[in-house]
Nanobody
Framework: HVQLVESGGGSVQAGGSLRLSCAASTGTFRSACMGWIRQVSGKEREGVAS???????TYADPVKGRFTISRDTFKRTVHLEMNNLEPEDTAMYYC????????????????RGQGTQVTVS
């Protein structure tokens, strides 16, 4: 079982930046697909970015060129650097993990954190 704890959300003005972090509780993280998904209340969950254990990344079209996902396998952490934020990025952001490779960008992960709110005004 993997526990994921997010941090780094907050409120920022349009054009600003935030860095989200996620800490995983177990070593099984090392071979897992890690990702960030977001959801606005009343709307469907959206895949934002994912990263495989070998560093291969995938991004949703709306965030390409603005967001960067990275992971530190030794520290069992994954980060989402968000630049040039837009009001449309406002959502609850969840760190997620699943065994195996990520494949295409997705929203279905076996494990998910409690989420951190990002608000862009």
């Amino acid at each position: 079982h993997v526990q994921l704890v997010e941090s780094g959300g907050g409120s920022v003005q349009a054009g600003g930046s935030l860095r989200l972090s996620c800490a995983a509780s177990t070593g099984t993280f090392r071979s897992a697909c890690m990702g960030w998904i977001r959801q606005v209340s009343g709307k469907e969950r959206e895949g934002v970015a994912s990263i495989d254990s070998d560093g291969e990344t995938t991004y949703a079209d709306p965030v390409k060129g603005r967001f960067t996902i990275s992971r530190d396998t030794f520290k069992r952490t994954v980060h989402l650097e968000m630049n040039n934020l837009e009001p449309e990025d406002t959502a609850m952001y969840y760190c997620a993990a699943d065994p195996g490779r990520c494949g295409s960008l997705r929203t279905d992960f076996r494990y998910r954190g409690q989420g951190t709110q990002v608000t862009v005004s």
